[in-house]
Antibody
Framework: EVQLVESGGGLVKPGGSLRLSCAGS????????MNWVRQAPGKGLEWVSH????????YYADSVKGRFTISRDNAKNSLYLQMNSLRDEDTAVYYC????????WGQGALVTVSS | SYELTQPPSVSVSPGQTASITCSGD??????ACWYQQKPGQSPVLVIY???KRPSGIPERFSGSNSGNTATLTISGTQAMDEADYYC?????????FGGGTKLTVL
């Protein structure tokens, strides 16, 4: 069974940093691209970032470019999102999702940016 | 920047057919996907590559994509289909989601 489990969410002050992790299991993690998608409270889905299977290709939404960094460790079956210079508007549930069709999603990690 | 537009809400009676549209410039030359999200749950892929159903998705879910519009069709809609639905497409190196459509089964 494919599983994606996010961790690392929490409360952080504006300007602060947080690192999210996503652990994959039940599939060969190293051959799939991965994505981060967020959803602000009561709002729709917003794509954040994409990383290819080998980390050779990385894309970001304009709203996070220069502040967020996506990475992965295929040996640990893990995906990461380093979030710096956090803003109030970054408050959201952050999901990791597998491959270009977002076929599988994790349960989400809540990030709250507030003073 | 590329945008995908969905109607905010669609209503359907049980057993009837629901159609949810997603509009974007030349969307028909891109692949469209559709996701279902119920309250408090993670999104679930219901249609990929315009019209393909992942394993486990009921046959009543179908999709099409042509011109500027992709359409998700739910035939014989059931109460359990009440949810938010989002379309999605890739535009070069960017992923775009539609704003979402709340499907009400009444």
């Amino acid at each position: 069974e494919v599983q994606l489990v996010e961790s690392g969410g929490g409360l952080v002050k504006p300007g602060g940093s947080l690192r999210l992790s996503c652990a994959g299991s039940g599939f060969t993690f190293s051959i799939y691209s991965m994505n981060w998608v967020r959803q602000a409270p009561g709002k729709g889905l917003e794509w954040v970032s994409h990383i290819s299977s080998s980390s050779s290709t990385i894309y970001y939404a304009d709203s996070v470019k220069g502040r967020f960094t996506i990475s992965r460790d295929n040996a640990k079956n893990s995906l990461y999102l380093q979030m710096n210079s956090l803003r109030d508007e970054d408050t959201a549930v952050y999901y990791c999702a597998r491959d270009n069709s977002f076929e599988y999603w994790g349960q989400g990690a809540l990030v709250t940016v507030s003073s | 920047s590329y945008e995908l537009t969905q109607p905010p809400s669609v209503s359907v009676s049980p057993g009837q057919t629901a159609s949810i549209t997603c509009s974007g410039d030349k969307l028909g030359i891109k692949y469209a996907c559709w996701y279902q999200q119920k309250p408090g749950q993670s999104p679930v892929l219901v249609i990929y590559q315009d019209s393909k159903r992942p394993s486990g998705i009921p046959e009543r879910f179908s999709g099409s994509n042509s011109g500027n519009t992709a359409t998700l069709t739910i035939s014989g809609t059931q109460a359990m289909d009440e949810a938010d639905y989002y379309c999605q497409a890739w535009d070069r190196s960017i992923v775009v989601f539609g704003g979402g459509t709340k499907l009400t089964v009444l």
